[in-house]
């Protein structure tokens, strides 16, 4: 067993997070999909530990593996925020097989309009679970809020779906099996920031390097919520856009269509992202410069997955 450094931090990434690499094996170490299947005893347990290492109690006979793993565990299954367990549909290590299953349904199920108004209403519902549990939990958001963007949200998709799926009747197939990614792909963009419009009012938290807090910033928010946009839309593009052309030469496989998409199902990396102090407003940046001087370039803030 590896033994523990002196200056430890649990709350410190394993991984340089300056790099792509480092933030691609961080993002792909909390998101590991064998998570989801941890206890929920278990889960609370390595809560436990990292809390008590974050007060400098670490439990005697403890080994570095054993405090990494707690981590990779709290980090999988706790709001980096609140600290609060999420429930285990929105958690970004359910995204793997909950993703690649819908993707497959809506890619399979597509030619009745009853068809896609079902498997655009799971999915668009699996979506609202996803964007409220990884929500910046410092902004809150009222149930009414939550009711209508999810209204919003599965009836852009719905329109967009049934609309392009009678549109497409008379089309070469193969932009019929596009119809549904057009559609995710909508719904996403009212979704999103219908979901976590309080940032977008209120602003969000934003720090320095070291985690001290600087203020609210409503830039930084449209800048987090827009790089969710396109990274979600980023997600499914693998899967609905290159399947369907490969799916064409194996519609007599079925179940090719779900192992193709577990292959081309993607995850966003990087929770965590920086803006220049200069694209802060005004008010703001003034108030930063005058408390740190020139010491703080960047802001760093959780722009939420």
């Not at 609140?82 to 359910?94: D, T």
């Not at 919003?152 to 019929?176: D, E, F, I, Q």
């Not at 963009?189 to 320095?208: A, L, W, Y």
């Not at 827009?226 to 519609?251: D, F, H, K, N, Y």
Request: proline share 7%; glycine share 6%.
């Amino acid at each position: 067993m590896a033994t523990i450094p002196h200056d430890f931090n649990i709350d410190a990434p394993r991984w340089d997070q300056s790099t792509f690499m480092g933030r691609l094996k961080h993002f792909l170490n909390i998101t590991d999909p064998r998570t989801v299947l941890v206890p929920e005893k278990e889960l609370d347990r390595a809560k436990t530990l990292v809390e008590a290492c974050r007060t400098g109690l670490v439990p005697p006979g403890s080994s570095l593996e054993q405090l990494l793993y707690a981590k990779k565990l709290y980090d999988s299954a706790f709001h980096p925020d609140s600290g609060e367990k999420m429930n285990l549909v929105g958690r970004m290590s359910f995204q793997v097989p909950g993703g690649m299953a819908l993707t497959g349904c809506m890619l399979q199920f597509y030619r009745t309009v009853p068809a896609v108004v079902f498997w655009q209403w799971v999915n668009q519902s699996f979506n609202a679970f996803v964007n409220y549990t990884n929500r910046n939990a410092a902004c809150p958001i009222s149930l009414k809020q939550i009711g209508v963007a999810y209204v919003t949200a599965t009836g852009t998709a719905l329109a967009t779906a049934v609309g392009l799926n009678l549109y497409t009747k008379r089309a070469p197939p193969l932009l019929a099996r596009w119809v549904p990614f057009v559609a995710v792909a909508a719904a996403n963009c009212v979704n999103i920031p219908m979901m976590r419009q309080q940032e977008i009012i209120n602003g969000v938290t934003v720090t320095d390097q070291d985690n001290n807090e600087l203020g609210h910033s409503r830039r930084a928010a449209v800048k987090g919520i827009a790089q969710v946009v396109i990274s979600r839309i980023t997600m499914a593009a693998p899967g609905m856009i290159i399947l369907p052309i490969i799916m064409e030469r194996l519609e007599k496989y079925p179940f090719m269509q779900v192992s193709l998409c577990f292959s081309c199902h993607s995850l966003p990396v990087g929770p965590v992202v920086s803006l220049a102090l200069s694209n802060l407003e005004l008010e703001l940046r003034d108030s930063i410069v005058t408390k740190h001087g020139d010491k703080v370039p960047y802001v760093y803030f959780n722009k939420g997955l």
